[in-house]
């Protein structure tokens, strides 16, 4: 037994043949969300604002413009939730809808509310505020 090499001794690297089996495709029953299919199903009918020609035009801030612009993207609207517009008046906490035309649109519980975007003065996530 002395004269025996080892049982884990490897005189050479290791050498493995493999042959190629071609797979066949199956179908799939798996079901797949197209991401356009996904949007489709999200389109809200919102109501239309009555503008008057009196109403003098407001400058928005451009940060809370920029941030808005950023968290309307329809990945951010689900990761940035819920969200927090601070207005003079109240503090508005849901779900970002649609910005269309100065408008913010959201969606707090079951209730769709529209807030003008130069009357907000802060977007808060997490009890902080929000920047980019």
């Known amino acids: ?25 199956e179908e799939s029953t798996s079901v797949f969300e197209m991401e356009h299919t996904r949007e489709a199903e999200r389109v809200i009918e919102l109501p239309q604002l009555v503008v008057s020609d009196e109403e003098v035009s407001v400058e928005v801030n451009p940060y809370i413009q920029k941030n808005l612009d950023y968290l309307v993207h329809p990945f951010r609207k689900e990761l940035y939730q819920p969200i ?19 408008v913010l649109w959201m969606k707090e519980g079951e209730d769709l509310t529209s807030i003008a ?3 907000i003065r802060d ?9 980019i």
């Open 1 to 25: 037994m002395r004269n025996e090499e080892p049982l884990l001794f490897i005189k050479s690297p290791v050498i493995r043949k493999f042959m190629y089996t071609p797979t066949v495709e």
């Open 84 to 102: 927090e517009i601070v207005t003079e008046e109240r503090v508005v906490k849901g779900i970002l809808e649609e910005l269309k035309d100065d």
């Open 117 to 119: 975007i130069h009357d």
């Open 123 to 131: 977007i808060k996530w997490k009890q902080q505020s929000f920047s």
